[in-house]
């Protein structure tokens, strides 16, 4: 049986402050129940992120394919090893189904791990959000939203609030009653009410997709700045300056 790791912090603790401070939340959490959340089960940060590669823009399905066939290329069945990936050529990956870009995050993901900018993952449980973030996203390939994931469903960090996630965005909109999706900052600071718990609110944010994404629309926010044409010049201007012409033409007739 697997073994089912502790979260980090006190999820009881977390409802009763997210109930609180935010009604709207707190009927959300009724209607959800309790905080049925469990971390994944990576050994290393290494590896994590490897599988946050494979798994990115395809769908799951496909990507648990490609992921197990990526995992049979390492020594008895076990996940590749840093040094084992920089070993094989790139078309043993590309024939395990990655692209050009994710095999090339690979490499990169084993040289910074060997190099040790990707943290083990007891040095990464020391490390701020902010500094993890920062040492993972120099990796090819990994962007905030990919260590965001990380953090929340690895590390079980409790205040990881992922604003550009669109299912979190979503849920938002549907949960407040807003017809269109949020920009970043108008959620980020809006989540500030979470804190220091942010990433159960949203948690009940994916959960509020289940609840209301089939009765309630939401549109994109396709609003863009229009460009203004440019200022066309005065009338009275453009005689001036047809007039000037004219004379230093005329000038030069007389002259030659």
């Not at 959490?29 to 590669?53: H, N, P």
């Not at 095999?103 to 791990?113: E, I, R, S, W």
């Not at 996203?137 to 690895?154: C, D, K, N, Q, Y």
Request: charged content about 30%.
């Amino acid at each position: 049986m697997t073994e089912i790791i502790p979260l980090p912090f006190d999820h009881v603790k977390a409802h009763e402050h997210i109930t609180r401070t935010d009604k709207r939340m707190a009927r959300i959490i009724a209607k959800t129940g309790a905080f049925r959340f469990q971390l994944d089960q990576c050994d290393s940060v290494y590896e994590s992120l490897l599988e946050a590669i494979v798994y990115q823009s395809i769908s799951g399905k496909a990507a648990a394919t490609i992921y197990a066939r990526v995992k049979a290329l390492g020594s008895n069945g076990l996940c590749p090893t840093p040094a084992e990936i920089l070993a094989l050529p790139d078309q043993r990956l590309r024939e395990a189904g990655l692209s050009g870009a994710k095999t090339a995050a690979m490499k990169d993901l084993a040289q910074k791990t060997i190099e040790g900018v990707v943290p083990t993952l007891e040095a990464a449980g020391l490390l701020s959000d902010e500094e993890l973030v920062e040492r993972l996203v120099s990796v090819r390939g990994i962007g905030a939203w990919t260590v965001e994931m990380f953090l929340i469903f690895r590390l079980g960090r409790p205040d990881v609030l992922p604003i550009h996630d669109y299912g979190v965005q979503k849920g938002f909109a549907l949960a407040y009653g807003k017809k269109e999706i949020p920009k970043p900052r108008e959620l980020a600071a809006f989540g500030e009410r979470w804190r220091p718990y942010r990433t159960v609110a949203s948690w009940y944010m994916w959960r509020a997709v289940e609840h209301y994404g089939k009765t309630r629309t939401i549109t994109k926010n396709t609003k863009a700045k229009k460009l203004k044409p440019p200022k066309k010049k005065s009338s009275k201007r453009s005689a001036v300056m047809k007039h000037s012409v004219k004379k230093k033409s005329s000038r030069r007739k007389k002259r030659s």
